[in-house]
């Protein structure tokens, strides 16, 4: 009997990570439903098994629509990877609260929200994997990224339970979290940052270090097609890790976290950003 080929549908594919996991997964003979706010925006996916849909991770109304029309396709989801989100700079203090909300309802609740429409099939065929798209932020949380490391905090931490709840009924919960990998991030995140210009700061006498921080992870990164086809490799292995961390500082930094005192992380990280020219 003919093995069936895993539908993949990943979220955010309209360039950087997203992109390139999608032909990763279709170079490993999947099945890919690409997603995107503007699935226009899509680039080339060299496969002929490709369906691009419009999914805004952000709306219920738009999560109901995308798994209506893979039911009408009779398409099943056997791998979902929820890649979509973005990155809200600055010093956590001078966030607004609805620039935090709009943080996590990307990063997190919106994830989430796919996560449980789609895995209630999984949990019927007694087959599936989930996979989040974490960072490494979300483990050594970063200074001027608090917003972008809480959201990524969360989705470990919701990862970690859904891995242990799901998994009697035959469901993968697998975390990626990723080092610097070459994208779009540090462009949007200098965008948003690039709108508050003007608005006082305490943060004034060290901008740079502030602006610098939304390049930070694009200075010598890890290129996004060589770590999407290490990602696939693993994800469809035999016995898939639980963790799965590639890229620059991946395994670097949860070390500096769990080995070196507080008092010393935080040192670092005053002295990496400029906080100790303050004061």
Known sequence: MKERIPVVLITGCSSGIGLALARAFANAGCEIVATARKPEAI???????????????????????????????????????????????????????????????????????????????????????IVNIGSVSGVLPSTFAGAYSASKAALNALSDILRVELAPFGVRVITAQPGAIRSNFGKAAATILEGRKGKQSHY???AQFVEGRAEYSQRNPTDADLFARKMVKKILAKK???????????????????????????????????????G
């Open 43 to 129: 680039g080339d996916i060299r496969t002929e098994k490709l369906l691009k849909m419009r999914l805004d991770i952000t709306d219920p109304n738009s999560i109901q629509e995308c798994v209506k029309e893979l039911e009408r396709r009779g398409k099943q989801v056997d791998i979902l990877v929820n890649n979509a989100g973005y990155g809200l700079m600055g010093p956590l203090i001078e966030i607004s609260l609805d620039e935090l909300r709009r943080q996590f309802e990307t990063n997190v609740f919106g994830s989430f929200s796919l996560t449980q429409a789609l895995a209630e099939g999984m949990i019927e065929r007694r087959s599936g994997m």
């Open 204 to 206: 004034q006498p060290i």
């Open 240 to 278: 898939p890790p639980a963790i799965i961390r590639i890229g620059k500082e991946s395994v670097k930094l949860p070390l500096v976290k769990w080995l070196l005192p507080t008092s010393v992380v935080d040192r670092i990280l005053s002295k990496t950003f400029g906080l100790d020219r303050l």
